[in-house]
């Protein structure tokens, strides 16, 4: 039988190479899809704690991530939108490239900001806490060859920096001061379940039903994380109007820290 030509044979020997790297390549892709697969992303944390600049709150933290799958990750990078119960996009985040090994559970570091500023809805946030719908987006390469995107929903939790802001207003007392204003209780009261402490003024006006400001006073907030802020104080202004303060409103500033926010305003009953 004659010899096939050395041609015909390398021809053939790099065909089968071809039919051998193929079904590699196929492989390799079935098994990074199937590592894609296995990766678990958690809900964004506030380990880092949180610092406050303006109306714009950023919060240092990070997201486990678990590499389930077969392939190591030699590159991972996240980002993250928090939205308002209404869908209004409210923060962002994002992270530098990390690598995963193979069934490694890493947390990637990430800074959150939010903005409490930016609507009434947003503004709300200074005295509710909430669970807040977030997405966070992966883009993950393994080997430095294939690169896919997985997403995962999750519930950012926030916590208000004036959870349940309350400025009573107490009874007025009637009886006139020597320069003719009257006097009025007023106590304030909430607790800061915000990832940072809070040191600094807030300022309350108290205006008439007719809209009318009668008195305005800064008392000075020092408030640990976690902690409940109570205090009452005696506030004057003229009779004339103090003593229509019923249906009136209260607006309250704080400034601290850098943060300085206008709190939503509480109706006098």
Do not use: K
């Not at 209404?86 to 900001?113: D, F, K, Y």
């Not at 039903?209 to 008392?219: F, I, K």
């Amino acid at each position: 039988m004659a010899r096939r030509p050395p041609l015909y044979r390398l021809a053939r020997i790099l065909r089968l190479l071809g039919v051998v790297a193929f079904v590699l390549i196929l492989v390799y892709v079935g098994t990074a899809a199937y590592s894609a697969s296995r990766i678990g992303i958690g809900s964004v944390d506030q380990s880092g704690g949180a610092t406050a600049t303006g109306t714009t709150v950023t919060v240092g933290g990070g997201i486990f991530v678990h590499n389930g799958g077969y392939l190591a990750i030699s590159s991972i990078s996240l980002s993250a939108l928090v939205r308002l119960p209404s869908g209004a996009l409210l923060g962002s985040a994002s992270s530098p490239s990390v690598a995963i090994p193979p069934g490694a559970n890493t947390s990637v570091p990430l800074r959150l900001s939010i903005n409490v500023g930016g609507s009434a809805e947003a503004q709300s946030l200074l005295t509710h806490s909430a669970r807040l719908p977030t997405a966070t987006f992966a883009n993950v390469t393994f080997a430095g060859i294939a690169t896919v995107s997985v997403q995962s929903d999750d519930n950012y939790s926030w916590g208000a920096p004036f959870q349940s802001l309350n400025v009573t207003v107490g009874p007025v007392n009637t009886t006139p001061l020597p320069n003719g204003s009257v006097s009025a209780t007023v106590r304030i009261s909430f607790q800061n379940q915000a990832a940072f402490d809070e040191a600094g003024t807030l300022t309350f006006s108290l205006a008439g039903s007719t809209g009318s400001v009668c008195a305005t006073e800064a008392v000075a907030v020092v408030a640990p994380q976690g902690t409940l802020f109570d205090r009452t104080v005696e506030i004057d202004g003229p009779s004339s109007c103090m003593l229509s303060l019923s249906g009136g409103t209260v607006t309250s500033t704080y400034a601290g820290g850098g943060f300085a926010v206008t709190l939503p305003p509480e109706g006098i009953p």
